[in-house]
């Protein structure tokens, strides 16, 4: 599977939606959020995820995307949600349409986190409040992962 030229890219996201994934990374209780460098919504604390490719399967986007930022092979638990969001700010200027169907994962094994280009940082939260983006919290809360048992 190949990247879009940035050409093409800047095209299409200033014509029409693209689709995205979205991991809920989760473990012992806590979820991982990374610290974003690029637009839509740098300088936030969010999940990993981002665009899937030509004939790549939902399920093999959000590992390759979790696996990509965070170094973390992971195993879906579940799909659970699908969301629309329109950023004003992208990566070209312009704004964002985007459409992401959203996983929780738990990392198969070790929690070495190795940070791609996107992010300058990361951090486990144990609950879907304070300094987070709406976004974030409605999709961690929809995720029940911190629903008490």
């Known amino acids: 599977m ?3 030229p940035n050409d093409l890219y800047k095209k299409i ?5 693209i689709c995205c994934v ?10 991982l959020l990374v610290y974003r460098t690029e637009e839509p919504c740098k300088d936030q604390w969010w999940l990993p995820g981002g665009r899937i490719l030509k004939n790549e ?3 093999e986007a959000v590992k390759r995307k979790v696996l990509e930022e965070t170094g973390l092979a992971v195993s879906i638990e579940k799909k659970f949600g699908v969301y629309e969001v329109m950023w ?3 990566p070209f200027g312009g704004g964002v349409h985007a459409v992401s169907v959203n996983f929780l994962v738990r990392p ?15 951090r486990w939260v144990d609950e879907a409040e304070g300094d987070l983006h709406d976004y974030v919290k ?3 809360n929809d995720s029940e992962v911190f629903k008490k048992k």
């Open 138 to 140: 409605k999709v961690l």
């Open 108 to 122: 198969e094994e070790g929690l070495k986190i190795k940070l791609d280009n996107t992010s300058s940082g990361y």
């Open 88 to 90: 004003e700010n992208g």
């Open 22 to 31: 979205d991991a809920v990374v989760h473990h012992d209780k806590k979820v």
């Open 2 to 4: 190949q990247r879009i």
């Open 57 to 59: 399967k939902l399920e």
């Open 13 to 17: 996201i200033e014509n029409m939606p």
